[in-house]
Nanobody, 127 residues
Framework: EVQLQASGGGLVQTGGSLRLSCVTS????????VGWFRQAPGKEREGVSC????????IYADSVKGRFTIFTDDDKNTVYLQMNDLKPEDTAVYYC????????????????????WGQGTQVTVSS
């Protein structure tokens, strides 16, 4: 059984930093993409960043490029999202999920390609 545990959220001021962690277990070679998504109240879930743990390829949403970095630990079971220069518009619940790399895991309907999700962690950025 694939399980994901997201943590690391909190309350920070504008310009601050947080590091989110997504601990995964039970993933097979097919579940090689791990993505971070976020959902603010009244808005749809949107992709933030993802990493293909098989080849290290990373993708970022335009809104976070240059501020966020996604990376894994050596055994690739934990995926981190380092968030710097946080802005109030980054406030949301952040979720991590897994998807096969042979799917449209970063397309307009990307979240539907993710088979497993963590429980979410709240990030609040105060102005």
């Amino acid at each position: 059984e694939v399980q994901l545990q997201a943590s690391g959220g909190g309350l920070v001021q504008t310009g601050g930093s947080l590091r989110l962690s997504c601990v995964t277990s039970g993933r097979t070679d097919e579940d090689d993409v791990v993505g971070w998504f976020r959902q603010a109240p009244g808005k749809e879930r949107e992709g933030v960043s993802c990493i293909n743990t098989s080849d290290g390829t990373t993708i970022y949403a335009d809104s976070v490029k240059g501020r966020f970095t996604i990376f894994t630990d050596d055994d690739k079971n934990t995926v981190y999202l380092q968030m710097n220069d946080l802005k109030p518009e980054d406030t949301a619940v952040y979720y991590c999920g897994t998807a096969p790399s042979d799917t449209d895991y970063w397309g307009p309907r990307a979240s539907y390609e993710y088979d497993y999700w963590g429980q979410g962690t709240q990030v609040t950025v105060s102005s």
